[in-house]
């Protein structure tokens, strides 16, 4: 979180964290598409040939003023895949909160396994406590027929004490609500 108190504005980065494929840009699409555009900025993607995320996206939300400064959130999410694990250290840089945006399939269960594990080692590489800091767990594609209840995908990632939210991106199911928590979270903070 950084204050620029010149311009009495509130600086939130909010990053979107997950394995390969499980939704993490189709969040920030279906937050785009919801919000009013004075309200957010352009939505900023750099993919590869094969339309996945090659370093992060990027938007930015602005908020109504709390205590006299103008929040503005800056969404990121990171690539999933195993060899850009020094971009998503990079992008979790400074973080005040994250989405972990899992795959609800179960035989995605070991990718969002190794994913948390990853988040928690950089976050604690760069001076970070992971448990200290607002969290969500979205649990994604909950339309697929081998989905995992949320409840069991919690505990099988061993975050039974975080915010469980079930969600569908693909058509918005979750995605709000995901967000409004994640954000109310870091205001609680505050």
């Known amino acids: 979180m950084f204050?620029?108190?010149?311009?009495?504005?509130?600086?939130?980065?909010?990053v979107y964290y997950g394995p390969?494929?499980?939704?993490?840009?189709?969040?920030?699409?279906?937050?785009?598409?919801?919000?009013?555009?004075?309200r957010r900025s352009d939505l900023?993607?750099?993919?590869?040939?094969?339309?996945?995320?090659?370093f992060f996206d990027f938007m930015q939300l602005e908020l109504n003023e709390i205590n006299g400064l103008q929040p503005k959130f800056k969404l990121y999410t990171v690539p999933g895949q195993v060899y850009y694990a020094a971009t998503r250290k990079l992008v979790l840089k400074d973080v005040d909160g994250v989405v972990f945006v899992a795959d609800s399939s179960i035989q995605?269960?070991?990718?969002?396994?190794?994913?948390?594990?990853?988040?928690w080692q950089q976050l604690q590489e760069l001076g970070r406590?992971?448990?200290?800091?607002?969290?969500?767990?979205?649990?994604?594609?909950?339309?697929?027929k081998d989905a995992v209840?949320?409840?069991?995908?919690?505990?099988?990632?061993?975050?039974?004490?975080?915010?469980v939210i079930p969600a569908v991106a693909m058509s918005g199911l979750g995605i709000t609500e995901t967000l409004?928590?994640?954000?109310?979270?870091?205001?609680a903070r505050l």
């Open 149 to 163: 209840a949320p409840a069991l995908l919690a505990r099988f990632l061993q975050v039974e004490s975080a915010t």
């Open 44 to 54: 900023v993607s750099v993919k590869t040939r094969e339309d996945r995320t090659l």
């Open 180 to 187: 409004k928590c994640a954000i109310n979270q870091v205001i």
């Open 129 to 144: 406590s992971p448990r200290d800091m607002p969290f969500v767990l979205q649990c994604n594609k909950q339309d697929v």
């Open 108 to 119: 995605r269960l070991a990718a969002n396994r190794r994913a948390m594990m990853d988040m």
């Open 3 to 14: 204050i620029n108190w010149k311009m009495r504005e509130l600086q939130v980065k909010l």
């Open 20 to 38: 390969p494929l499980s939704g993490k840009t189709t969040n920030l699409e279906q937050v785009h598409l919801r919000l009013p555009a004075e």
